[in-house]
């Protein structure tokens, strides 16, 4: 049933029936009223932002060819991260373009190898390492591995052929989802630090 089809003076409510006007509480049409003004006025918020990003990622890009027109290259895609200072330096505006990653099935084949060491090293006391693996492997509140910290583990030195051989397979089962992108906004405080300009309604 689309909003078409309500008859002059009814209301549909949350079950999908129409309500006669005169039936529903004043509080209740108060309360509609006030949840469609805000979201009406959130929805504009967002198109706004939406457009302001967009607009900040051109100009950005737009300076950035300009900058390297100065000293005669052409910087193709706009990709990469880029730090913008205003002359007085206390304004500052980041540009930053991430890939996004996930691991395919073989990330099972690594957390089986990297199992089989700590089943070893444990005899050995080195506690420290099946912490490490074990909160690497831990997932998020969503259920996710945390690419990062999986990531992290390829950083230690570590010579044994089994676990050398779950390093390479963590890094084949890395797969490029897409890019994300953001563009964040500093100014400087009197200690030196720049502190973030926030554009999320939880940090105004």
Same mark, same amino acid.
């Given at each position: 049933?689309?909003?078409?089809?309500? $008859?002059?003076?009814?209301?549909?409510?949350?079950?999908?029936?129409?309500? $006669?006007?005169?039936?529903?509480? $004043?509080?209740?049409?108060?309360?509609? !009223?006030?949840?469609? !003004?805000? *979201?009406?006025?959130?929805?504009?918020?967002?198109?706004?932002?939406?457009?302001?990003? @967009?607009?900040?990622?051109?100009?950005?890009?737009?300076?950035?060819?300009?900058?390297? !027109?100065?000293?005669?290259?052409?910087?193709?895609?706009?990709?990469?991260?880029? +730090?913008?200072?205003?002359?007085?330096?206390?304004?500052?505006?980041?540009?930053?373009?991430?890939?996004?990653?996930?691991?395919?099935?073989?990330?099972?084949?690594?957390?089986?190898?990297? /199992?089989?060491?700590?089943?070893?090293?444990?005899?050995?006391?080195? $506690?420290?390492?099946? @912490?490490?693996? +074990? /909160?690497?492997?831990?997932?998020?509140?969503?259920?996710?591995?945390?690419?990062?910290?999986? @990531?992290?583990?390829?950083?230690?030195?570590?010579?044994?052929?089994?676990?050398?051989?779950?390093? /390479?397979?963590?890094?084949?089962?890395?797969?490029?989802?897409?890019?994300?992108? *953001?563009?964040?906004? *500093?100014?400087? +405080?009197?200690?030196?630090? *720049?502190?973030?300009?926030?554009?999320?309604?939880?940090?105004?």
């Amino acid at each position: 049933m689309t909003e078409t089809t309500i $008859p002059a003076g009814h209301r549909r409510d949350a079950k999908g029936r129409l309500v $006669p006007e005169t039936q529903i509480k $004043p509080i209740d049409r108060t309360r509609d !009223e006030l949840v469609r !003004e805000l *979201y009406a006025k959130a929805e504009a918020l967002n198109k706004a932002m939406r457009e302001f990003k @967009l607009a900040a990622f051109a100009d950005i890009e737009a300076f950035v060819d300009l900058s390297a !027109e100065q000293y005669g290259a052409k910087l193709g895609g706009n990709k990469g991260n880029v +730090q913008l200072l205003s002359f007085d330096g206390e304004l500052r505006v980041q540009r930053a373009i991430a890939e996004r990653i996930v691991f395919d099935e073989r990330l099972q084949a690594a957390k089986e190898l990297i /199992d089989e060491c700590l089943t070893e090293w444990t005899v050995d006391a080195r $506690p420290e390492i099946a @912490l490490l693996v +074990q /909160d690497a492997f831990r997932v998020d509140q969503s259920g996710n591995i945390r690419t990062g910290s999986v @990531l992290a583990l390829k950083r230690l030195a570590i010579e044994d052929a089994r676990w050398q051989r779950a390093m /390479d397979a963590i890094g084949d089962a890395v797969q490029v989802v897409g890019t994300s992108s *953001y563009v964040r906004f *500093y100014q400087r +405080q009197a200690n030196g630090s *720049y502190r973030a300009l926030s554009l999320d309604l939880a940090g105004v």
